[in-house]
């Protein structure tokens, strides 16, 4: 073995096999060889035989970047790990450092067990080590590109309120004649002015934006970080109307079905002539489908956005420079000082709290339906073992 065996047991066997596995690894490189695999997080702060074998690796300056993942990112193993990196043609310049990414922050919920990076966080995590190697160019391509698809996903709003307005404006229609009916003082004629005091505001808002989409931010920005970050304060406004929209969006919907609902359970709308039951269901219906499709597109476009915000946040002048709890470059002086670990989280301290302005309740309650699905079918799995089981007892 190129660095020499890790500890060996009273057996004279070696007892952890990821330091084997790290110097096979490393011997079949070529002269200008790279190699990335992924490790068990404790291999990367290993002490006795391992830390001196973990010594060998770092001084001869190949190990490039080590990445911090949180667990429960693979289907057979919830630990946390870390992906490591070689690059035996490092240049001379950063021979001497390594690249620390904790990226246990950063993740997509898949299932209640199962997390990954969506392709857009994978390809940030990417860009903090394009910006390492001095590929400026690279970074700058990428917000170029979350730039110009926030406002290519922001043109395609106008025909979704369209049809939005339109199915909203038809189950108003449909249900008018009756509502003309009752008394001035009736209750619901309240909560169908508030229904549509909420419609008026929210598509007079969302035609205020879609004609500033239509005429605005037409030149594209050149891809330079002044003229980035000039982009997108001015786009900043506009993700965050699309997060405002997307609730009044909503409200309108939810008042206009607790009209018909009370319609229909406190003033027995049904045993009227002007009230067509079946077809204002349909319009109901109608109508939550459209709101599904606009609410999905102003999500898109904040979202593509907020990668961009992301990035220049992190990197205003799409320079690599050391953010708290995301990464730092490390000298072989600081990770000896630090016993030789390769953990990432020791080196990059701790991110600021942050208040999450995009807390997506929605989504949560998705997230919660998942986990409520994974639990009824264990649960299910369950009770057919035991009841096997007491089969099996004769009981």
């Not at 973990?54 to 080590?66: F, L, P």
């Amino acid at each position: 073995m190129p660095f020499g065996l890790p500890s060996v047991n009273k057996a004279k066997k070696v007892s952890n096999g990821n330091y084997l596995w790290i110097s096979y690894f490393h011997s079949y490189l070529g002269p200008k060889g790279r190699a990335g695999f992924v490790m068990s997080s404790q291999a990367s702060s290993a002490g006795h035989g391992e830390a001196e074998v973990r010594r060998k690796i770092v001084e001869t300056g190949e190990v490039d970047v080590m990445i911090s993942i949180r667990s429960n990112f693979f289907y057979t193993r919830t630990v946390p790990c870390e992906l490591w990196h070689f690059d035996r043609s490092k240049p001379k310049e950063r021979r001497d450092q390594v690249l620390m990414l904790d990226a246990r922050n950063v993740y997509r919920k898949v299932t209640r067990k199962i997390y990954d990076f969506s392709p857009e966080q994978l390809a940030n995590l990417t860009a903090v080590v394009w910006l390492y190697r001095g590929q400026s160019d690279r970074f700058l391509d990428l917000v170029q590109g979350y730039l110009a698809r926030t406002l290519s996903e922001a043109a395609l709003i106008a025909e979704h309120v369209t049809a939005f307005s339109t199915a909203y404006k038809s189950l108003v229609a449909a249900s008018s004649p009756f509502l003309k009916t009752l008394e001035k003082d009736a209750p619901l004629r309240e909560l169908v002015k508030e229904r549509d005091g909420a419609a008026k505001a929210c598509l007079a808002s969302m035609d205020e934006w879609t004609s500033r989409i239509a005429k605005d931010w037409k030149k594209p920005v050149e891809p330079k970080a002044s003229a980035q970050r000039k982009r997108l304060e001015q786009l900043d406004p506009l993700a965050q109307a699309c997060r405002d929209l997307v609730k009044d969006v909503d409200l309108v919907c939810k008042l206009a079905g607790r009209v018909v609902d009370t319609a229909e359970k406190e003033v027995n709308a049904r045993e009227h002539e002007e009230w067509d039951t079946r077809a204002i269901g349909r319009l109901e219906k109608e109508l939550d489908a459209r709101r599904k499709e606009l609410v999905e597109q102003l999500k898109r476009t904040a979202y593509f956005e907020r990668q961009a915000h992301w990035l220049l946040s992190r990197f205003p002048d799409a320079k690599f420079v050391p953010v708290a709890g995301l990464c730092r470059a490390v000298t072989q002086q600081e990770i000896e000082a630090a016993d030789w670990s390769l953990t990432p989280g020791r080196y990059v301290g701790v991110a600021p709290a942050e208040v999450d302005e995009d807390f997506d309740f929605e989504q949560s309650l998705k997230d919660i339906h998942i986990e409520l699905a994974d639990l009824n079918e264990e649960a299910i799995a369950l009770a057919s073992k035991i009841q096997k089981n007491f089969e099996g007892l004769g009981i």
